[in-house]
């Protein structure tokens, strides 16, 4: 049972676009949603994260849209960049209880020049 | 450096021998966590230490799998008796507290 579902699975955008990544969850105790930037051969890095007690966070040119009804976080990137070409993975966690983050299987941008 | 440090960063190994891994997490952050990762997957969470307490342990960490975090401090994992499908990135991370967590670069295992 995959607790965190991630979409889509690969995106190819140019420079200067908008890219978006979407993740979807289950379990409704999830409180904490990260999302991490991983370069090969690297260990993921922390980009933004948001609780849900509001929709949407933004810092700097990441945006992160969230819908406690739908069950549903977004990841935007605006304004791509060829250095933003990397893995990215949604990922949720209950503060109050299991702390152990239940990653998505990732999704591989490609920002072309 | 004052980030997660993981050692060695590789690790080739033939199975049936035993491994251990190092992580030494962001000074003050009481909470550490391991996880693995393999080629084209997220991180697997495999156990969860507050101080030298372990609180939490996966299903997916077998009896040859054992983890040690003896001050509070560095955290060691060791693998007995690898396997094949034991090859993967092991993740180290660390945390002040609940929810945000920081990462260490890895170590890749390979058992040949």
């Known amino acids: 049972q995959q607790q965190v579902k991630q979409s889509p699975q690969s995106l190819i955008v140019q420079k200067g676009g908008i890219s978006i990544i979407n993740c979807a969850y289950e379990?409704?105790?999830?409180?904490?949603f990260p999302w991490y930037q991983q370069f090969p051969g690297k260990g993921p890095a922390l980009l933004i994260a948001?609780?849900?007690?509001?929709s949407e966070k933004k810092e700097g040119r990441f945006t992160i849209s969230f819908n406690k009804s739908a069950k549903q976080f977004s990841l935007h990137i605006m304004d791509s960049q060829p250095g933003d070409s990397a893995t990215y993975f949604c990922?949720?966690?209950?503060?109050?209880?299991?702390?152990?983050?239940?990653f998505g299987k990732g999704m591989k941008l490609t920002v072309n020049p | 450096d004052t980030g997660v440090s993981q050692n060695p960063r590789h690790k080739i190994t033939k199975r049936g021998q035993n491994v251990t891994f190092r992580c030494d997490p962001i000074?003050?952050?009481?909470?550490l966590y391991w996880y693995r990762q393999t080629l084209g997957q997220g991180p697997e969470f495999l156990t969860y230490?507050?101080?030298?307490?372990?609180?939490?342990k996966s299903r997916l960490l077998s009896d040859r799998f054992s983890a040690e975090r003896p001050k509070g401090s560095f955290s060691t994992l060791e693998i007995q008796r690898t396997e094949q499908g034991d090859s993967a990135m092991y993740l180290c991370?660390?945390?002040?507290?609940?929810?945000?967590?920081?990462f260490g670069q890895g170590t890749r295992l390979t058992v040949v």
């Open positions: 991370a660390s945390s002040p507290s609940a929810g945000e967590a920081f």
């Open positions: 948001i609780r849900p007690d509001v």
């Open positions: 990922a949720a966690s209950m503060v109050g209880g299991s702390e152990k983050l239940v």
């Open positions: 000074s003050e952050h009481n909470r």
């Open positions: 230490f507050q101080n030298e307490a372990q609180l939490e």
């Open positions: 379990n409704t105790a999830f409180d904490y």
